[in-house]
């Protein structure tokens, strides 16, 4: 393989499971709390943030080093990468609509919710300020895209069965407080693989 | 403006109806950072300067807002008040710009500010949403800068960077890494909670 590849490869793997955008960096906190009680809506909304996620990094760094770059309007890039990513969450909306009724009704009806999920906008700065290439930044966005869906699929797969003993969690900790804890366990859990792949 | 209004504005923001202890909104680009008390405060004092200014300005627009297109109006307006933070911040604390990177970008997709202007300032008047805006951004801040104390101090004996606990601590150093984070999140929430569900408890009795 090529040096190139080679690096992209590391970067993907090292973004699922050393550098899991959600376990470390806490982005997307805010659906990943509210959407994993159940493995099915997860695992939905979990496809659309790696489909939309892997989209917005590549179609975001052709518009940066292609477009604001040459322009000198690198620090308008806030605003022009959340009007990206808006935008093209909308025209995938409409046209899953289009196309495919029960896509529209598996994956579709969580695209809303994925303009203000901040792991997007987060996957693209991240990329922006690690100076990826374009290859490395392709493997970043899906692999962040994964690690994410791995996330909350696993915490709503420990939701479901915590569904069933209810009344032995304390009374304070019900919904938000023990998830939290879930997920702090796991972010443990994911430093075991730290070491074995880095980001930059 | 009416003195009860004001203070029903600043009570809402500190108080219970904290959108943080209700529905955990807008951790994301904030808790990143609770590892370093300096670090959290900046970023503390940029999302109340979005929130307040931002707020203020979609209240100033609102009557000319469209309202299918409001949500994107709204995004637009706190991403110009978050690169003038960000263009601030690299100007006079390069430092510190470096060391949160991509979190005060991330300000624009903070769920509270977004709240805010959506929830409050597109029914108010341009001044109460100043000071509301002012005011949750103020209640959302003292949450982390709690959990930012915690954090350094345990996890590297220090406060604002200056070493307070001597050669007999050991450092947790599991608090500045990010289950720290989560696990600190989920005590606060259980203390506020387990006040609030007692409240409720006396109030029935």
């Known amino acids: 393989m090529t040096e190139n590849g080679w690096m992209a490869f590391s970067i993907l793997i090292a973004a699922i499971f050393t550098d899991n955008i959600l376990l470390t960096n806490y982005l997307g906190m805010c659906s990943f709390l509210s959407v994993s009680k159940e493995i099915k809506t997860a695992t939905g909304l979990g496809t659309a943030v790696v489909f939309v996620m892997t989209c917005t990094t590549v179609i975001n760094w052709l518009v940066y080093y292609y477009i604001l770059m040459p322009l000198d309007l690198g620090y308008l890039y806030f605003i022009v990468f959340i009007v990206v990513i808006a935008a093209f969450v909308q025209l995938v909306e409409m046209i899953v609509e289009r196309v495919s009724e029960p896509l529209y009704y598996s994956l579709g009806i969580f695209l809303p919710l994925i303009t203000v999920n901040c792991a997007i906008l987060g996957a693209c700065l991240f990329m922006i300020i690690r100076n990826y290439g374009f290859l490395s930044s392709l493997a970043y966005g899906f692999g962040a895209g994964v690690g994410w869906a791995l996330a909350i699929t696993c915490m709503a797969g420990i939701r479901e069965k915590m569904a069933k003993v209810k009344g032995k969690i304390p009374k304070g900790l019900e919904g938000a407080g023990i998830t939290l804890i879930i997920a702090g366990i796991m972010a443990l859990a994911f430093i075991g693989f730290s070491g074995t792949m880095n980001i930059r | ?205």
């Open chain 2, 1 to 205: 403006m009416q003195i009860h209004k004001i203070k029903k504005i600043i009570s809402d923001g500190l108080g219970k109806n904290n959108p943080v202890f209700y529905q955990i909104l807008g951790i994301c680009s904030t808790l990143a950072v609770t590892n370093v008390l300096k670090n959290t405060l900046v970023m503390c004092l940029g999302l109340i300067f979005t929130t307040a200014l931002s707020s203020m300005t979609v209240s100033f627009m609102r009557k000319h807002i469209p309202t299918r297109v409001r949500m994107m109006v709204e995004v637009l307006i706190i991403a110009v008040y978050v690169i003038i933070v960000d263009l601030v911040l690299k100007a006079y604390a390069p430092d510190i710009s470096r060391q949160l990177g991509p979190y005060v970008g991330l300000i624009i997709t903070n769920c509270i500010v977004m709240g805010r202007a959506e929830g409050f300032a597109l029914s108010n008047p341009p001044g109460e949403s100043f000071l509301d805006g002012i005011f949750s951004g103020v209640g959302y801040s003292y949450v982390l800068l709690t959990i930012a104390f915690i954090r350094e101090l345990m996890g590297s004996g220090k406060i604002w960077g200056i070493q307070v606990l001597g050669d007999w601590w050991t450092n947790w150093s599991i608090m500045v890494m990010a289950p720290g984070g989560f696990f600190m999140l989920a005590i606060f929430i259980w203390i506020v909670k387990g006040y609030i569900i007692k409240d409720k408890e006396v109030k029935k009795a």
